[in-house]
């Protein structure tokens, strides 16, 4: 009888290790068979104009809270908003200096987005001219030296990455001087196609739409905002989509808003403010932002995601919100816009369409 229970007792425990093994093995091949993209919004951490007052102090970290969930992707996203630029530059001329600013981020700040994992940057936004010539140059110039794929000027217009055996291209718009424009339907298809044309799955980014905690919501139209035409980021999307995107973010109302699903392929259309220091206003929705853990197939269609809320307080800099805040927002935001979408988020913020 010993021998017999000893038998099944071996017999159980060699059961349990093979379903182990084969249930490793299914998840090793799940990972493989996919790409996770970390994607967050407006990164300035920090102006030294007019001072350097506006700058953290060197010893804090701002991205040292969040670090672990962007070094953890296989690939992560965020809009640098401002250049790159110890000093000099000639600052931009203001139409209306009561809604002026500008943005003067030094260089050492890149080590500190290198380190914390991010790997493309868009450079398609407003803030990137705020010191002129100089100041865009030398972004550019900064940011490759560094590593980071960066897109949306018209002297970068694309650039690309190879992960996991397959070509990821990345392209950025915004209705800026010296950007890819958002509101040109020929560039975006001519674009996104020639990309397409190249790479396995086709990353876009837009700085689009109405600012502020009045503007979370899509309204499916052309968006102004002090006088500017700020794109139609609904139709912007479908256009990106239909040319060969497989992945649409959206930034630049500082507010998170609504996520959406077209042939497949995932769209958020604002990721709100996620990194900022001083300068930009933190009250309300323009406070909390997410990180969108997306899995993405290697045909670059949309499997699953999870929203990571964070939340600034103070002078700004991320910190992980255990209220959820931008989740539900989020949430909240896209079952009001888009009530077709079949749109499911359980309470840890993971979802499907």
């Not at 060699?14 to 919004?41: F, H, M, P, Y």
């Not at 909390?288 to 670059?300: S, T």
Request: hydrophobic letters at 35%; proline letters at 4%; a positive charge.
């Amino acid at each position: 009888m010993r021998l017999l229970i000893r038998y099944l007792d071996n017999q159980a425990s060699e059961r349990a290790r093979k379903e182990a093994e084969e249930k490793a093995e299914r998840n090793k091949k799940i990972a493989d068979s996919t790409i996770t993209l970390v994607a967050v919004g407006d990164i300035m951490m920090g102006s030294n104009y007019p001072s350097a007052i506006n700058c953290p102090p060197k010893d804090i970290r701002l991205l040292d809270p969040v670090a672990t969930y962007l070094q953890a992707a296989d690939l992560s996203f965020a809009n640098l908003e401002g250049p790159v630029l110890d000093k000099g530059g000639k600052m931009k001329k203001c139409h209306d200096p009561s809604v002026c600013y500008a943005f003067r981020q030094p260089e050492y700040f890149t080590d500190q987005m290198k380190a914390a994992g991010i790997d493309l940057l868009s450079v398609a936004n407003n803030h990137l001219s705020d010191f002129g010539e100089e100041g865009r140059s030398n972004t550019c110039r900064v940011l490759k030296e560094k590593g980071f794929r960066i897109a949306g000027q018209l002297t970068h217009p694309w650039d690309t990455i190879t992960v996991k055996g397959l070509q990821i291209g990345f392209t950025a718009f915004a209705p800026n001087s010296g950007c890819l424009s958002i509101n040109e339907n020929e560039t975006i298809e001519r674009t996104v196609r020639e990309l397409k044309s190249r790479c396995d799955i086709v990353i876009v980014s837009f700085h689009g739409g109405a600012e502020g905690n009045s503007y979370t919501h899509v309204d499916r139209k052309m968006e102004t905002f002090v006088g500017e035409r700020r794109g139609n980021v609904y139709a912007f999307a479908r256009t990106a989509i239909d040319a060969g995107a497989d992945v649409v973010l959206g930034h630049g109302p500082h507010v998170p808003r609504a996520i959406d699903q077209y042939k497949g392929r995932f769209i958020t259309y604002s990721m709100g403010n996620f990194c900022t220091y001083k300068q930009f206003g933190l009250s309300g929705a323009a406070g909390v932002a997410p990180m969108f853990e997306l899995k993405i197939r290697r045909d670059g269609s949309f499997l699953e995601g999870k929203i990571v809320s964070i939340k600034q307080v103070g002078e700004g800099g991320p910190r992980i919100d255990k209220e959820r805040a931008a989740q539900k927002l989020i949430e909240s935001l896209t079952k009001a816009d888009l009530p077709e979408r079949n749109f499911m988020m359980d309470s840890t913020g993971r979802f499907r369409f």
